[in-house]
């Protein structure tokens, strides 16, 4: 598996991004696909996850949203704030979504967004 995330960039607080997480052995169907935030000087903290076959998805919050299709998992944010500002991973891991990081085996290597006016 080797995770491949994309999409961030420098937004005005309000506006909108799509992040990208595909993975170049085809692998993303049969894991759940975390996406994390790593603020400046913070440890990664969940923000949504699109489980492969449990039901078990969930985004922190409401302006978030992910989803998935055959290639790739996808986070939409929308009205985003200054302190979404972080680098953004995206994660695998077997089994049902969770929001604990050490289960999830592998790792993208992150994607910044800066929100900022």
């Known amino acids: 598996v080797q995770l491949q995330a994309s999409g961030g960039g420098s937004v005005q607080p309000g506006g909108s991004l799509r992040l990208s997480c595909t993975d170049s052995g085809g692998a993303l169907p049969y894991y759940a696909v975390g996406w994390f935030r790593q603020a400046p000087g913070a440890g990664r903290e969940a923000v949504s996850c699109?489980?492969?076959h449990d039901g078990s998805s969930f985004n922190a919050d409401s302006r978030f949203n992910g989803s998935r299709d055959t290639n790739a998992v996808y986070l939409q944010m929308n009205n985003l704030k200054t302190e979404d500002t972080g680098v953004y991973y995206c994660a695998v891991q077997s089994g049902g979504c969770s929001r604990r990081t050490n289960g999830y085996k592998f790792w993208g290597q992150g994607t910044l967004v800066t929100v900022s006016s």
């Open positions: 699109i489980s492969s």
